[in-house]
Every structure is written in structure tokens, then in C-alpha cells.
């Protein structure tokens, strides 16, 4: 009789998904409620391309787990934060029955109480590298458990939850550009993400990142944040009357495809993002001079064509998330980068210009010999700055999450433990 019963136990059921990280163009700063992530604005994003910048989460359940346990890159973390635990409780309360004849499964919606899930993480991107590891990683928790446990609520939905974990992950769920609407409710059960529109909507767009070297550790986003909403009063200026209408403009420029002023608010909004920043009370230091110098070179650059060709923008962090109008633009964008920040002498060029590594073609370059061979960039007057960016990622706007085969499974189907 124990035998069978020990049988009955053995099973483990899982799920794959993959979700991708977004760049903030309306920035999100400041909660008006800390526990339940409420912003004290909307903010718009576009997603990234998540074959070069995502998430990979396996979630499984099985009678055998005797506790929550999750690995992230390899490494057992704890699960007792209170981010983890809402967004645990919140996916929990609204699972479904769930029979997968297949295996001869059968959960019962009021089992989920009772049992446990494994939880493997990993992304294919360093953590450290400050690319909004915590958006993707929360947002594909969240999708993936909502598929694992038969959650039947939409996209959205899910996207209040994974907001809980962390604010920026709810416009993770979804590809293309996303809004996420800072809602009135107290409980904040309207205050979710949507899609403006999908990937293909505004195709021509590349993306480029500059990974810049650092030594200083920054501010987290969540306590730099919380210094701002107590002591900025730039902040409410920004929260009341200039993002509304930035917001506006913005759905605007996207629907229109209009570059000029998807640019220009890009740019102003990450600026006006930084200097809230320096008006906090001790004042946050994000960018930094490598920061600068880029903002400087895509200003000049953009001033001399007399239209914009790049937009800029940059997170809690000193890294240039930059947006060229096409991909002739882009091209024409990574040879003046690689020729101002070109890599140290010990580099290759394959762990230097990472992603969509074809435009580094079109630039002409094969061997980091060829960079020397660059014509200088007039806006930064020829100058060069070795080894102040680490590395580059070359990118577009992509979709949003997506179940995976089997095959990709981070925990092994047999033991529900990391492979
Ligand atoms: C500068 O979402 O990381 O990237 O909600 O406290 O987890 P918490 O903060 P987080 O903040 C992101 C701030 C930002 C701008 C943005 O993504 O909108």
C-alpha cells in the first residue's frame, strides 16, 4: 500500500517560458504605494528582442517538493522576500484545475494550496550588467506559473501581478511598446500594462546598447526611488503636469511612427529622469562621464542632420540605450561608438559587439584592426576613450513571452532539480 502511494507521488509537472527585458522611453519613477508597487505615473516602453536579452524561467510542481525553492543562473536564492511572496500568493489564489492526460495528472484547483513549486532562472545577459534583469526575471515567473497552474486571467492581468515583484516587469509582458497605466485604485487592481502595439508595427527601429565599464555600485532603483518621492519637488512637477502630457505625445509618435518626436521626447524624458534624480535629497548619480560623452556625440549628431537620427535613453545606471531610425542610421551609430570607445587591445570583437552581429558587418568591420580604419567621428572631435564601454548589444524592438518546447527545460522532468 505504501509503495503505491510513494508511486502516486513521483509525478513532476513543468513549464518553460521565456519573457524579454524593456527600455522605460516615459520613465517610471516613484511609487505612490511601496508593498503594492503603484507608480505615481504612467510610463511607456519598448520591449527588447528577447534573442538577445531575455529570461528563461522553468516552473514545476509536484507532490514530492516539500517547499518553494527556486535557482537563479545556477544558484538556489531565497524565496522568503516579499516581492516573491506576493507575486507566489497572487498566481496561487487564481490557479485552475489542471489534467494533463498525457502524464495522468490531475490537480485540483484547491490542491494548489498544498503544494509546492521549483523555480529555475536564467538570463542570457549578465545580471550585474544593470539591463533590467528584474523586469524580465518577474515577468516570466509570473507567465510561467500562470501557464503551469491554468491561470485564466489575461496578459494584463498577470501583468498586475508581476508589477508586484518588481513595477517595471508588468510592460515585460507583452512585445512591441507597452504602457503601463499608473491606475486610481488604492488596491491597485487598474494599475497594468497594454499593449500599444506589436513589434512589427515599427520594424525599421535598431537598438543599440552600450554596456558601460563601472566601478561604483549604484543606487538600487527601489531606494533611490523612495528618496525621491520624499524629498524631490521636481518629482511631483514631473508626476502632475509633465508626464501626462508627454504620455499623450508619445502614443502619439508611436501610432505615427513619427521618429522626430518619438526622439525628442525619448531624450527629454531620460534626461528630465536624471535631473529628478539630482534634485533628490543626497542627490543620485547615475550616469556617468563615458554616459555623457554619448549623450554629447548623438546630440551633435543629431543637431548637424537637422532632424534626429538616434534617440537616447538611460536607466539607474550609466549604460546608453540608444534607438536609430533605421538600420543605416545604426550602422553609421556603431562606427562612430567603435571608433570613440574602442575595445581594450586584449579584446575580440565577437564578446565586444554582442547580438544582432550583422550590422557590424555592414559596418566593415571583421577584425578589431578595422576600427582603427573608422573615419573620426566630427562630434566628439576624433577623441577616443579605450575600454570605457565594456561591450555593445545590437538589438530591436521583439516580441513578448512565450511558452518553449520541452527540450529546453531548465529542471530535470525526473527529480524537478536543476539539470
Ligand atoms: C529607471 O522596476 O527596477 O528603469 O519597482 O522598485 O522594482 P522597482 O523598480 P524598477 O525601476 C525601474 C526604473 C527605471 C525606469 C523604468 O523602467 O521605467
Known amino acids: 500500500m505504501a509503495a503505491a502511494v510513494d508511486e502516486s507521488q513521483k509525478w513532476v509537472l513543468m513549464v518553460t517560458a521565456q519573457t524579454p527585458t524593456n527600455i522605460a522611453v516615459i520613465k517610471y519613477w516613484g511609487k505612490r504605494d511601496e508593498k503594492l508597487i503603484l507608480p505615481v505615473n504612467d510610463s511607456i516602453s519598448v520591449t527588447l528582442d528577447p534573442g538577445h536579452l531575455c529570461t528563461t524561467t522553468t516552473v514545476s510542481v509536484s507532490p514530492a517538493f516539500t517547499q518553494d525553492r527556486m535557482w537563479l543562473n545556477g544558484q538556489e536564492i531565497s524565496l522568503s522576500g516579499g516581492r516573491f511572496q506576493s507575486c507566489l500568493r497572487e498566481i496561487r489564489s487564481r490557479a485552475c484545475d489542471v489534467h494533463d492526460k498525457e502524464k495522468g495528472i490531475k490537480i485540483n484547483k484547491k490542491d494548489w494550496d498544498g503544494l509546492h513549486v521549483h523555480i529555475a532562472s536564467f538570463n ?44 517595471s516587469a508588468c510592460r515585460s509582458l507583452y512585445g512591441g511598446f507597452v504602457k503601463w497605466i499608473m491606475g486610481k485604485d488604492d488596491k491597485g487592481t487598474d494599475s497594468l500594462a497594454v499593449q500599444l502595439a506589436d513589434e512589427k508595427h515599427w520594424d525599421e527601429l ?10 561604483q555600485k549604484e543606487t538600487s532603483s527601489t531606494t533611490g526611488m523612495r528618496d ?13 503636469e509633465v508626464v501626462p502630457k508627454r504620455i499623450l505625445k508619445m502614443e502619439e509618435a508611436i501610432r505615427n511612427r513619427d ?17 529628478v534624480c539630482l534634485d533628490t535629497c543626497p542627490p543620485i548619480f547615475y550616469m556617468n562621464d563615458t554616459s555623457h560623452r554619448i549623450i554629447s556625440l548623438v546630440e551633435k549628431w543629431n543637431c548637424s542632420e537637422g532632424t534626429p537620427q538616434v534617440a537616447y535613453t538611460f536607466d539607474a545606471g550609466p549604460n546608453a540605450v540608444m534607438i536609430a531610425r533605421d538600420r543605416k542610421t545604426a550602422t553609421l551609430l556603431l562606427q562612430k561608438l567603435l571608433y570613440t570607445f574602442p575595445p581594450n587591445s586584449d579584446a575580440d570583437l565577437n564578446s565586444f559587439v554582442l547580438g544582432d552581429k550583422s550590422i557590424l558587418k555592414d559596418a566593415g568591420i571583421n577584425a578589431p584592426e578595422d576600427i582603427a580604419t573608422l573615419p573620426p567621428p566630427p562630434e566628439i572631435k576624433g577623441q577616443q576613450f579605450k575600454g570605457d564601454v565594456s561591450y555593445f548589444i545590437c538589438t530591436r524592438p521583439g516580441r513578448g513571452p512565450v511558452v518553449l518546447s520541452d527540450e529546453t527545460h531548465l529542471l530535470n522532468p525526473e527529480t524537478g532539480l536543476p539539470k
Do not use: W, Y
Request: net charge positive; with cysteine; aromatic share 8%.
Open 228 to 240: 525621491t518621492v520624499e524629498t524631490s519637488l521636481l518629482l511631483q512637477h514631473r508626476a502632475k
Open 259 to 275: 521618429f522626430a518626436s518619438f526622439a525628442q521626447l525619448t531624450c527629454t524624458d531620460s534626461n528630465q529622469f536624471h535631473a
Open 124 to 167: 542570457n545577459f549578465p545580471t550585474a550588467a544593470g539591463l533590467a534583469s528584474s523586469a524580465a526575471g518577474f515577468a516570466c515567473l509570473v507567465f510561467a506559473l500562470g501557464k503551469l497552474m491554468n491561470v485564466k486571467e489575461d496578459q494584463s492581468q498577470l501583468s498586475a501581478i508581476a508589477r508586484q515583484g518588481s513595477g
Open 206 to 215: 535598431v537598438i543599440i546598447i552600450a554596456v558601460v565599464s563601472s566601478r
